[in-house]
């Protein structure tokens, strides 16, 4: 519950910012990992960035890292967190998309959507399956998700995975990556991999109106899979 706490602190800090447009997304991760002391500092925890870590590698032996990995283990009974799908060790990773009135070069909204993905494609590969964590992508828009993510094909067809990670609670998605153009696979780290299975639990906030805030997603990865050929 500490991450969803944390979560719930961004969007007040996010909106102190003047300069909407100079939000990347090193400091999004900087934010989550300050809102996650705050709401430690509010439990009394002594030394609360000695539960933090970022940039923490996957691996060890492999230079794949993880945004934010926080491990609380330590101070959280995680008997009270079995009934939510929680565990005390959290690995995060952080997506932002603020890039539409700046220069944000030739990247299209196809390739965003591949580098999503691909969040989801290591926490569900690079996590010890043999290590009960819980998974999070923590993904923040400074205008409408669709401006910056193709939730439709060229084809018109909607992209149904993408609309259901984005639905609030749980949901199953099914990523069949032969649906997909060149520009989404060719960003999965494993060329091999032809479907991706998520299983996802989504909370969010939303403004009422597009242009006056923030948009945030933190989407908990409770389990996945993939197929290879």
């Not at 330590?74 to 005390?88: A, G, H, Q």
């Not at 964590?133 to 995975?161: G, M, S």
């Amino acid at each position: 519950m500490i991450v969803h706490g944390s979560f719930y602190k961004l969007p007040e800090i996010l909106m102190s910012y003047e300069d909407r447009d100079g939000v990347y997304e090193s400091n999004i991760v900087h934010l989550l990992a300050s809102s996650i002391v705050l709401e430690l500092n509010s439990r009394n925890i002594n030394n609360p960035l000695n539960y933090i870590q970022v940039e923490k590698r996957y691996k060890a032996t492999e230079n794949l890292r993880c945004d934010i990995f926080c491990d609380f283990s330590s101070i959280v009974n995680e008997s009270f967190l079995k009934p939510y799908s929680l565990t005390t060790k959290n690995w995060i990773e952080v997506k932002y998309y603020g890039s539409l009135n700046r220069a944000s070069g030739s990247e299209t909204k196809t390739d965003s959507v591949g580098k999503f993905l691909n969040d989801f494609y290591r926490l569900i590969t690079r996590v010890q399956s043999t290590s009960y964590c819980t998974k999070f992508v923590l993904a923040i828009f400074n205008d409408n998700p669709q401006k910056y993510l193709a939730f439709t094909y060229q084809n018109k067809h909607e992209r149904e995975w993408l609309f259901s990670i984005f639905e609030t609670g749980a949901t199953k998605s099914v990523v069949k990556l032969c649906n997909e153009p060149e520009s989404v696979y060719k960003h999965i780290e494993d060329s091999g991999v032809k479907e991706i299975e998520l299983y996802t639990r989504t909370t969010k906030f939303e403004p009422h109106k597009e242009k006056l805030g923030f948009w945030g997603y933190l989407i908990q990865v409770e389990d996945g899979s993939t197929v290879r050929t």
